[in-house]
């Protein structure tokens, strides 16, 4: 067997690991899997982000902002749904690697996953907060100002840290260590959760739709494009309007910003073993969970923008506090206790994903396989990974600033896309299948734009965001150096063929002469 660091993990023997022992419990369909993407993309996005959008960056635009972002995450979704239907393995963008660009891109990508799920639990996490403390406001309850934030934030004006008078954030850090022990007891307990969950969130959102568009008053959105339709950054040459701090302001920047509402969709790819006809349900619930909270989102921003002028819009609970200020404070309550339930949905989606690439990792022994791929004998998750994950993010999301880890994680989310949008492309000369079971249409052109918007939108972004983004890929590359090269079981593999199974040996044979095969394992 090829060993190296691009050599490529075959298909087979990706799914002969997925089957073999401690393998998680089948019993994900389509709709299970659609209400996971939806509870794991609205969340955030549509109750934190869209304020911060629309107040800061694009106005009444806001709108076309959702259009163009749900453009863009429409060709990725694509990408990830015929990765989803030809290698129907768990570990998400890492396994999609180690099927065909080879080991080292593949870790590059799972630790880039982890910086994902890490960070972006912990700035969900902190909106969470945010609508928890509106919540106890409009019950007249206020918590102790030291365990309402974070310690430093960014000042706007100046765009640096500046010291809050926090000591740390303890609704954000209570939040992760519940859903954390929710998630150890198991995927079913999981599903109902979740379901209860978005059940909530849907019905909130359509009230704010249904109740909130005899609330517009047009004159709100006008004008339309306050900063205009600009704010595309390429290495700080920014098109459009610029603010004190240097950000770029208009349509395309709150479209640049927007685009992190969507992100989620790609976490039911690291369902993938769980689910009872991956090929399948797989890229119809990512396609289908994509397209619901587009329709969403936009409608939102249209009656958000009309409720409230741009520039009155609350940045932290934009929603709630816009009902507050057309005076229907009732609902106000009733919009925290929505936007608590999505933004939990969400956590719970992140808190899930995270330890399932971990074990994917484990298993190819990159990581340590011990520790990670330890499944509960009882509640069949990978319950050392999941309190690994939830014990990393509560000092994260206690401490750290909100911009910080959502920038840094926006980075790292954009750089994963554009890697399998580009790796789409490899697996069609590679092959895994002789019948493909699911293409992108338009042959090459949704994969390319798909690389083309996640590299204009990263270089839109700071530049101080590249650089942290280069620091931790490069701590990345010393761990593989260090240890995950050595500790891989591929390399293993090549150097000791005693421990390659007769699976294997097939899988090496047609490798070699370059026929490709389905798995034996069913589906």
């Given at each position: 067997?090829r060993?190296?660091?691009f050599?490529r993990?075959?298909?087979?023997?990706?799914?002969?690991e997925?089957?073999e022992?401690?393998r998680?419990?089948?019993?994900l369909?389509?709709a299970?899997l659609?209400?996971?993407?939806?509870g794991g993309?609205?969340?955030?996005?549509?109750?934190?982000?869209?304020?911060?959008a629309?107040?800061?960056?694009?106005?009444?635009a806001?709108?076309?902002?959702?259009?163009?972002?749900a453009?863009?995450?429409?060709?990725i979704?694509?990408?990830y749904?015929e990765?989803?239907?030809n290698?129907?393995v768990?570990?998400?963008?890492?396994?999609y690697a180690?099927?065909t660009?080879?080991?080292?891109?593949a870790?590059i990508?799972?630790?880039n996953?982890?910086t994902c799920?890490?960070?972006?639990?912990?700035?969900?996490?902190?909106g969470w907060?945010h609508?928890f403390q509106?919540?106890l406001?409009a019950?007249h309850v206020?918590?102790p100002a030291?365990?309402?934030?974070?310690?430093?934030d960014?000042n706007?004006?100046?765009?640096k840290?500046?010291?809050t008078g926090?000591?740390?954030?303890?609704?954000?850090?209570?939040i992760?260590?519940?859903?954390t022990?929710i998630?150890?007891r198991?995927?079913r307990?999981?599903?109902?959760?979740?379901?209860?969950?978005?059940?909530?969130k849907?019905?909130?959102i359509?009230f704010v739709i249904g109740?909130?568009a005899?609330?517009?008053?047009?004159q709100?959105?006008?004008p339309?494009?306050?900063?205009g339709?600009?704010g595309?950054s390429?290495?700080?040459?920014?098109?459009g309007?610029?603010?004190?701090?240097?950000?770029?302001l208009g349509?395309?920047?709150?479209?640049?910003l927007?685009?992190y509402?969507y992100?989620?969709?790609d976490a039911?790819?690291?369902y993938?073993?769980e689910?009872?006809?991956p090929?399948?349900?797989?890229?119809?619930?990512?396609?289908?969970?994509?397209?619901i909270?587009a329709?969403?989102y936009?409608?939102?921003a249209?009656?958000?923008?009309g409720?409230?002028?741009?520039?009155?819009?609350n940045?932290h609970?934009?929603?709630s506090e816009a009902f507050?200020q057309?005076?229907?404070?009732?609902?106000q309550?009733?919009?925290?206790?929505g936007?608590?339930?999505?933004?939990?949905s969400?956590?719970?989606?992140?808190?899930l994903s995270?330890?399932?690439?971990?074990?994917?990792?484990?298993?190819?022994g990159?990581?340590?396989?011990?520790?990670?791929?330890a499944?509960?004998?009882r509640?069949q998750?990978?319950?050392k990974?999941?309190l690994?994950?939830?014990?990393l993010?509560?000092?994260?999301?206690?401490l750290l600033?909100?911009?910080v880890?959502?920038?840094?994680a926006?980075m790292a989310v954009?750089?994963g896309?554009a890697?399998?949008?580009?790796?789409?492309?490899i697996l069609?000369?590679?092959?895994t299948?002789r019948?493909?079971?699911?293409?992108?249409p338009?042959g090459?052109l949704?994969?390319?734009?798909?690389?083309?918007?996640?590299?204009?939108?990263?270089?839109?972004?700071?530049a101080?965001?590249?650089?942290?983004l280069?620091?931790?890929?490069?701590?990345?590359?010393?761990v593989?150096?260090?240890?995950s090269?050595?500790?891989s079981?591929?390399?293993?593999?090549?150097?000791?063929?005693?421990t390659?199974?007769?699976?294997?040996h097939?899988?090496?044979?047609?490798?070699?002469s370059?026929?490709?095969q389905?798995?034996p394992?069913?589906?």
């Amino acid at each position: 067997m090829r060993s190296g660091p691009f050599a490529r993990k075959p298909l087979a023997l990706l799914q002969q690991e997925a089957g073999e022992e401690h393998r998680l419990r089948r019993v994900l369909g389509p709709a299970s899997l659609t209400g996971l993407g939806v509870g794991g993309i609205i969340g955030t996005g549509i109750f934190v982000m869209i304020g911060m959008a629309a107040h800061d960056l694009a106005g009444p635009a806001l709108t076309l902002s959702f259009v163009v972002a749900a453009l863009a995450c429409i060709a990725i979704a694509l990408c990830y749904a015929e990765f989803a239907a030809n290698v129907p393995v768990g570990g998400s963008a890492y396994s999609y690697a180690y099927a065909t660009l080879g080991e080292l891109p593949a870790w590059i990508l799972g630790w880039n996953l982890v910086t994902c799920y890490l960070l972006g639990a912990a700035s969900v996490a902190q909106g969470w907060s945010h609508y928890f403390q509106s919540f106890l406001g409009a019950c007249h309850v206020a918590l102790p100002a030291a365990l309402t934030g974070v310690p430093w934030d960014v000042n706007p004006a100046t765009g640096k840290l500046a010291a809050t008078g926090a000591l740390f954030d303890l609704p954000a850090a209570l939040i992760i260590a519940l859903m954390t022990a929710i998630i150890v007891r198991g995927i079913r307990a999981s599903l109902k959760f979740n379901l209860t969950m978005l059940i909530v969130k849907l019905a909130v959102i359509l009230f704010v739709i249904g109740v909130g568009a005899f609330y517009i008053h047009p004159q709100n959105w006008h004008p339309f494009a306050p900063f205009g339709f600009g704010g595309l950054s390429l290495f700080g040459k920014t098109w459009g309007q610029v603010a004190p701090g240097g950000q770029g302001l208009g349509m395309f920047a709150g479209a640049a910003l927007v685009f992190y509402a969507y992100i989620g969709f790609d976490a039911l790819s690291a369902y993938t073993e769980e689910c009872q006809k991956p090929r399948r349900d797989v890229p119809i619930a990512i396609l289908t969970s994509v397209g619901i909270c587009a329709a969403l989102y936009i409608a939102v921003a249209a009656v958000l923008t009309g409720m409230v002028r741009y520039d009155q819009i609350n940045s932290h609970a934009p929603i709630s506090e816009a009902f507050r200020q057309v005076g229907l404070p009732w609902a106000q309550s009733l919009v925290a206790v929505g936007a608590l339930t999505g933004i939990t949905s969400v956590l719970l989606v992140m808190l899930l994903s995270l330890p399932r690439i971990l074990l994917a990792m484990g298993r190819d022994g990159v990581i340590p396989a011990r520790f990670f791929n330890a499944v509960h004998p009882r509640y069949q998750t990978p319950w050392k990974g999941t309190l690994l994950a939830g014990g990393l993010i509560i000092p994260l999301t206690a401490l750290l600033p909100l911009g910080v880890l959502f920038s840094l994680a926006l980075m790292a989310v954009l750089f994963g896309y554009a890697v399998i949008c580009a790796s789409v492309l490899i697996l069609r000369r590679v092959g895994t299948t002789r019948e493909p079971a699911f293409r992108t249409p338009f042959g090459p052109l949704v994969p390319i734009f798909g690389v083309l918007t996640c590299l204009l939108l990263m270089a839109s972004l700071p530049a101080e965001n590249w650089l942290r983004l280069a620091v931790w890929l490069a701590l990345g590359l010393a761990v593989y150096f260090l240890y995950s090269r050595q500790h891989s079981v591929l390399a293993r593999r090549a150097l000791d063929p005693t421990t390659i199974t007769p699976l294997t040996h097939a899988v090496v044979a047609s490798t070699a002469s370059g026929a490709t095969q389905e798995s034996p394992l069913k589906e």
